[in-house]
């Protein structure tokens, strides 16, 4: 799978609450075509919260999918999750996708990948894409420096990344579970 240019997502567990939050940079070649696309999008109602890096038809393609194993599998993250990944990497269209998605409810965070991943990042952050290692420090740094809450670190560590990584900038999506 090709390294992802133009997205970066972040997802900050803290305390009881989680959020998640991208930019909204779209790239072609070296041209930024759109700067506030929706990367970060809630399903089943907002009890499961995703984010993508990748090709936009492709990530779009694959949400709902992962929105239709979520409902066949009662909301279940993990296993809408594995069912997922695993028609991603059985379908011979869908194999082709190229995409990364974090998954996220009041339980556990997931990175999947077309690769079959299922990881289950460790610590109170995690993120995809091509901002992603910027994010994690910001992110990872605010969570141990100060007692802000979930969705204000999710916010600062893509403003963050934005200054540093030209395929990420400020225009900050944001979704917190149970809003």
Same mark, same amino acid.
């Given at each position: 799978?090709?390294? @992802?240019?133009?997205?970066? #997502?972040?997802?900050? *567990? *803290? ?22 696309? =929706? &990367?970060? *999008?809630?399903?089943?109602?907002? &009890?499961?919260?995703?984010? @993508?890096?990748? %090709? ?8 709902? *999918? @992962?929105? !239709? ?13 594995? &069912?997922?990944?695993?028609?991603? =990497? ?16 009041? !339980? +556990? ?8 991943? +299922?990881?289950?990042? $460790? ?8 901002? %992603? ?18 969705? &204000?670190?999710?916010? =600062?560590?893509? $403003? ?5 990584? #030209?395929?990420?900038? !400020? ?9």
């Amino acid at each position: 799978m090709k390294l @992802f240019k133009g997205t970066t #997502i972040v997802c900050v *567990r *803290r305390d009881e609450s989680v959020a998640m939050a991208g930019d909204g940079q779209v790239t072609l070649g070296s041209q930024i075509i759109k700067s506030t696309a =929706r &990367k970060v *999008r809630p399903l089943l109602g907002g &009890k499961v919260l995703t984010g @993508f890096a990748g %090709s936009t038809a492709d990530a779009m393609t694959l949400l709902e *999918r @992962f929105e !239709n194993c979520l409902e066949q599998e009662k909301g279940d993250l993990m296993k809408g999750a594995v &069912k997922l990944v695993r028609e991603w =990497r059985m379908d011979k269209a869908l194999r082709r996708l190229e995409a990364m998605m974090l998954a996220a409810d009041k !339980n +556990i965070t997931l990175l999947l990948s077309g690769a079959g991943d +299922i990881l289950e990042p $460790e610590g109170s952050a995690a993120s995809i894409g091509s901002g %992603s290692g910027y994010a994690l420090a910001a992110a990872r740094a605010l969570c141990e420096a100060t007692d802000w809450p979930a969705d &204000k670190i999710a916010k =600062r560590a893509i $403003e963050l990344a934005s200054e540093i990584c #030209i395929y990420t900038d !400020n225009q900050v999506t944001l979704e917190v579970l149970g809003e």
